[in-house]
């Protein structure tokens, strides 16, 4: 999945992009096709996969910040995405024009129900340190990092300036993906209407509000959006 997350980066002329990886296998596969990819070796973190909703997932969940804190604090803007995104049009000119008007500093995936840090653009501003740091200060092994960061944001809304992509240009699996594969939540049952009867262009799709990785390529496969 990781692959053909990277494929359909560079099919759109993403080539600046790494991979952050805990396992041998990941590391060696990616260098062998001369992706860039880090080896993180966290004490914890060396299966290849953990069960959604354990300990050891939601422990997982928060490695991502201590990486995109590193980058932030090199200056660097961070796009996030999980490894069960596809790219389906070049993001970049997204990217530079919510930079050139300096309105946000966190842009997050709409899940409907909450923010998404499955695909989450952070700006190096002064604000986005202080959020990440605030968001590794509070972590818990007894919930996910998603749970955490909409949690911080209900409480402190001010903390960041932050905004939703619209959902219609970065659907969710709820969204995009049929009732064989998302059972669709009642409250969202007239939005999912919407987005199907609504004209609209896609740039990058998210194949969650489902578990487990065999489901996920399957519904990746059956859509056209498998790329590998």
């Not at 959604?52 to 980058?71: A, H």
């Not at 896609?202 to 578990?211: D, Q, R, S």
């Amino acid at each position: 999945m990781a692959k053909n997350h990277i494929k359909s980066l560079r099919e759109h002329g993403i080539t600046n992009h790494c991979s952050f990886v805990t396992d041998e296998e990941s590391f060696n596969e990616f260098t062998k096709l001369e992706y860039p990819v880090y080896h993180i070796r966290k004490s914890g973190t060396k299966q290849e996969n953990f069960d959604f909703g354990t300990m050891d997932f939601n422990n997982m969940s928060f490695l991502r910040y201590y990486i995109i804190d590193t980058l932030l604090q090199k200056g660097m803007d961070v796009w996030y995405l999980d490894v069960d995104t596809v790219v389906l049009k070049n993001i970049t000119p997204i990217y530079l024009d919510l930079k050139q008007n300096h309105k946000y500093d966190i842009c997050f995936q709409d899940d409907m129900n909450m923010l998404c840090t499955g695909c989450m653009l952070l700006f190096a501003t002064d604000n986005t340190k202080h959020f990440v740091k605030t968001v590794i200060y509070n972590k818990t092994d007894q919930t996910n990092d998603q749970i955490l960061v909409n949690a911080i944001l209900k409480k402190k809304p001010d903390i960041i300036s932050h905004v939703a992509f619209p959902h219609f240009m970065f659907p969710n699996g709820v969204m995009f993906f049929g009732n064989d594969f998302v059972n669709v939540p009642g409250f969202l049952e007239e939005v999912k209407k919407e987005y199907i009867n609504t004209p609209k262009d896609t740039y990058l799709v998210h194949a969650n509000w489902m578990v487990g990785d065999e489901t996920k390529t399957k519904a990746l496969k059956q859509y056209g959006l498998w790329k590998i």
